[in-house]
């Protein structure tokens, strides 16, 4: 990413982790227009409003040519997702969670059925989401997707690791689902995060769900709707042989569940 000094300065960087970026053209330049987007995402949700926010955007710092904010967004179950957002009148827009965030949390599981989910394409997620906020409900541009060759990935703490793989599973009733993998050695990994959802439907309970990883709760046990996330710590982790994770459901067989791991990682140079 090439930025101005200003926008540098302007970005909080040292509080940034995993992050979608986009630069906007318009009529032959990178541009856009800050005023229309602060009017959309600051104003109330309308009547019929299909985008995905929640509610109006929350205010984190702003400038004459740029705005911070934090953005709530529609996840599986009427759960909500929060994302950063950043965007210039230079056309950068970039959406990123929170240093120190599990950069498995940008999972959009929206489209999955609350009751009966089957993990298809786990390309959509809530950076891309944040980034369409702006383009297409904002300023009511056509909406980039997931194979938009523009549309880049950084972490803004792990600036050597150029790229991440994603697994998930799911289930709707009681049982786990395991998934075994090994790590080449010639990858240099960054970080291991993993997300689970619970969904509840029109269910009075959600079911019971955790996260294991090498046989170990990574995420213990939660008995309600929502999204929790956790990071392993790479301190005690053994990049070589084989490895598990699984998601373990339990105890009800109402409402479903879903699981994430995501390991952010570089080509070793060595």
């Not at 993998?181 to 291991?192: G, H, M, R």
Request: aromatic share 10%; glycine share 6%; proline share 4%.
């Amino acid at each position: 990413m090439q930025t101005t000094e200003e926008q540098e300065l302007a970005f909080p960087a040292d509080s940034a982790g995993f992050s979608a970026y986009y630069r906007l053209m318009d009529e032959g330049s990178f541009s856009l227009d800050k005023g229309t987007v602060d009017g959309y995402i600051f104003s109330p949700i309308s009547a019929g409003d299909t985008g995905v926010r929640t509610s109006p955007a929350t205010l984190v710092s702003i400038g004459d040519n740029y705005t911070v904010a934090r953005v709530s967004l529609e996840n599986i179950d009427d759960i909500v997702s929060t994302v950063n957002l950043y965007y210039d009148d230079e056309g950068w827009i970039i959406a990123f969670l929170p240093n120190g965030t599990a950069s498995s949390q940008i999972w959009q599981a929206r489209k999955e059925d609350v009751e009966n989910p089957r993990v298809t394409d786990i390309a959509l997620t809530t950076l891309l989401d944040t980034l369409n906020v702006v383009i297409s409900e904002a300023l009511e541009k056509t909406a980039i997707e997931a194979d938009e060759p523009d549309l880049g990935y950084y972490h803004w703490q792990f600036p050597t690791a150029d790229n991440f793989l994603m697994m998930a599973v799911s289930r709707q009733n009681e049982g786990e689902y395991p998934v075994q993998f090994s790590i080449p050695q010639s990858l240099d990994v960054s970080e291991i995060s993993a997300t689970l959802w619970i969904s509840q439907g029109v269910n009075v309970d959600a079911p019971c769900a955790r996260i294991e990883f090498d046989e170990a709760d990574l995420i213990a046990k939660q008995c309600e709707k929502g999204i929790f996330s956790s990071i392993v710590d790479l301190s005690d982790f053994e990049s070589e042989g084989a490895h598990s994770w699984k998601l373990v459901q339990s105890e009800r067989n109402e409402g479903a569940s879903g699981g994430l791991l995501m390991i952010v990682y570089s080509e070793s140079s060595s």
